[in-house]
């Protein structure tokens, strides 16, 4: 598909209209960070009103997995579309929601002695699961990370703790929810080093948080993301969910893996948790799920999905559409994405290692498969969180045709589709450093 082709610098007239448009009707909550009007997409290609053709290096915020318009997704969606559109799976039954259920069951770690509830975002898929450990171990508390996301509806906002400002103004919300500090490794919270540590971050859970605040007895769940999202691309040592989940064994505590961004074949393997050993007790999938389509499931072992009928619903959820294009999108994960993904990632990772070298403003550059994080700091040595060169670098990738987004709070994310070429990422990589070249 060559190269990106910028003809009119953006936005361009029409792009421009619908931004006055958009400025007019849209709610002022939403967080663009550059104006691309978009008009159609192909693989990783993205063209927007005015007719730039960008490479895509988002895929929609880590969501169409299969790239854009898979003439597969395409066929499929076309004829379930003519067979049947809606009929509300939680009052009725079809084919299409209950396939899928049977296919998750048997993918998510842990055997397929599972239940699914199926809902239309990540966002609901995580309510779910907070309803769920409430209701099944009658436990009112939970735990969460700092720099979790898990989106941002009134109990998944609760759990939340990436940016002030996406809870700032919604006092008071669902109570019961502690944090602790995530694995940031880079910016170790107690300043210590891995493996050194021995995990100081989990035994201060137990040591402080269990002993001075929190009866533990008294905790239904820890939610955790396998590799942090929004909160910077950030990946747990080795050794760390291990001890995480002994920790959380011994006090019957379940373990809630929020894979919304880092699952579906991303980082090289289905669940991003499977880069570790051990088995969630509830997993929640959204985003690359359904390449587009708007689905979410909460999977859980069946013994915890023991609640009576009517306690949760929800008239949307597991839609026909929607969960056919989940069916022909992990049947083309299991059948070469989620390798394509892991052999690419890590020539993408090599080619950035390879420039990290190269300039004082790359801090670090992690991740797993297509799930990338580049930290833009002041200069190596002070490891300076560098937001404003972050922004600009973005910004400039845009007006050059690639498309990338921030994390965090100075991190750049790579979390293209996962039918990237070597050659598109040699074009993203070749593009980000030029970009980078100007720092
Ligand atoms: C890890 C994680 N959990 C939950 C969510 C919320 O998903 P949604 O935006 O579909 O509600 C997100 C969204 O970015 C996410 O990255």
């Given at each position: 598909m060559g190269k990106p082709l910028i003809k009119i610098t953006p936005p361009g007239p029409k792009a421009k209209e619908y931004l006055k448009k958009d400025s007019k009707y849209i709610s002022p909550s939403y967080t663009r960070v550059y104006p691309l009007v978009a008009?159609?997409?192909?693989?990783?290609?993205?063209?927007?009103?005015?007719?730039?053709?960008?490479?895509?290096?988002?895929?929609?915020?880590?969501?169409?997995?299969t790239g854009h318009a898979h003439p597969d997704v395409l066929k499929t969606v076309r004829e379930q579309t003519e067979k049947l559109i809606h009929y509300s799976g939680t009052d009725f039954y079809y084919p299409p929601e209950i396939d899928l259920a049977e296919k998750l069951a048997e993918i998510t770690p842990g055997g397929k002695?599972?239940?699914?509830?199926?809902?239309?975002?990540?966002?609901?898929?995580?309510?779910?699961?907070?309803?769920?450990?409430?209701?099944?171990t009658n436990r009112h508390y939970c735990i969460a990370f700092y720099g979790s996301f898990h989106g941002r509806t009134m109990g998944a906002l609760s759990l939340t703790a990436s940016k002030q400002i996406q809870r700032k103004g919604f006092y008071s919300l669902v109570p019961?929810?502690?944090?602790?500090?995530?694995?940031?490794?880079?910016?170790?919270?107690?300043?210590?080093?891995?493996?050194?540590?021995?995990?100081?971050?989990i035994d201060i859970i137990e040591d402080t948080l269990f002993r001075k605040v929190l009866p533990p007895e008294e905790v239904s769940a820890i939610f955790l993301e396998p590799i942090q999202g929004e909160g910077g691309y950030i990946v747990p040592p080795q050794g760390y969910f291990e001890k995480l989940k002994k920790l959380a064994d011994k006090y019957d505590i379940l373990l809630v893996d929020d894979?919304?961004?880092?699952?579906?074949g991303r980082t090289g393997k289905f669940f991003a948790i499977e880069h570790w050993d051990i088995i969630p007790d509830i997993v929640t999938v959204a985003k690359g799920i359904a390449t587009g389509f708007p689905l979410g499931a909460c999977i859980s072992k069946s013994g915890i999905m023991d609640w009576k009928p009517g306690s949760h619903a929800s008239t949307f959820g597991g839609n026909p559409v929607a969960c056919s294009a989940a069916l022909k999108t992990i049947e083309l994960l299991e059948n070469g994405l989620i390798e394509n993904a892991?052999?690419?990632?890590?020539?993408?990772?090599?080619?950035?290692?390879?420039?990290?070298?190269?300039?004082?403003?790359?801090?670090?550059?992690?991740?797993?498969g297509l799930m990338i994080g580049v930290e833009i700091v002041e200069d190596k040595n002070s490891k300076k969180k560098n937001k404003k060169k972050r922004n600009e670098i973005v910004q400039?990738?845009?007006?050059k045709g690639l498309l990338i987004l921030g994390a965090g709070e100075n991190i750049i994310r790579f979390c293209p589709p996962l039918i990237i070429s070597k050659q598109e990422i040699e074009t993203g990589v070749e593009i980000f450093e030029e970009v980078v070249r100007g720092y």
């Open positions: 008009e159609k997409g192909k693989g990783c290609w993205i063209w927007d009103v005015d007719g730039n053709k960008y490479l895509d290096m988002n895929a929609g915020v880590a969501v169409c997995s002695n599972r239940k699914v509830f199926f809902s239309n975002s990540g966002a609901e898929a995580i309510e779910c699961a907070l309803k769920l450990v409430r209701y099944h019961g929810v502690y944090h602790v500090y995530y694995p940031y490794c880079y910016r170790c919270p107690f300043n210590l080093s891995y493996p050194d540590c021995d995990f100081y971050c894979e919304i961004q880092a699952g579906m892991r052999r690419m990632g890590e020539y993408f990772l090599k080619l950035l290692k390879e420039i990290e070298q190269k300039y004082d403003i790359i801090g670090d550059i992690r991740g797993k400039r990738c845009f007006e």
